[in-house]
Nanobody, 123 residues
Framework: QVQLVESGGGLVQAGDSLRLSCAAS????????MGWFRQAPGKEREFLTI???????IYADSVKGRFTISRDNAKNMVYLQMNSLKPEDTAVYYC?????????????????WGQGTQVTVSS
């Protein structure tokens, strides 16, 4: 069983930056695909970015160039650096893990989820 705990959300102004963190339990963390998703009220969960076990990263077009995912396998941590935030980035942000070296963009592909952290961007 893997537990994921997100932190770092909050209320910021448009143009600001935030760094989200995800702490993961489990001995085989380095073999997992780790991802970030978000969900705004009344909308479906949206793929943002993933990092494979080997370090390959994939981004959604909506965040490419603004968001950066990284992982520290020694600390069992995944991060999401978010720059140039916009009001439309307001959502609950979730960390997810897939028991595989590779992963895709579908939420259904992921085996474990954190509880989410709220990010609110004011205009």
């Amino acid at each position: 069983q893997v537990q994921l705990v997100e932190s770092g959300g909050g209320l910021v102004q448009a143009g600001d930056s935030l760094r989200l963190s995800c702490a993961a339990s489990g001995r085989t963390f380095s073999n997992y695909t780790m991802g970030w998703f978000r969900q705004a009220p009344g909308k479906e969960r949206e793929f943002l970015t993933i990092v494979w076990g080997g370090g390959t990263t994939i981004y959604a077009d909506s965040v490419k160039g603004r968001f950066t995912i990284s992982r520290d396998n020694a600390k069992n941590m995944v991060y999401l650096q978010m720059n140039s935030l916009k009001p439309e980035d307001t959502a609950v942000y979730y960390c997810a893990a897939r028991r595989s070296w590779f992963g895709g963009s579908s939420p259904g592909d992921y085996d474990y989820w954190g509880q989410g952290t709220q990010v609110t961007v004011s205009s």
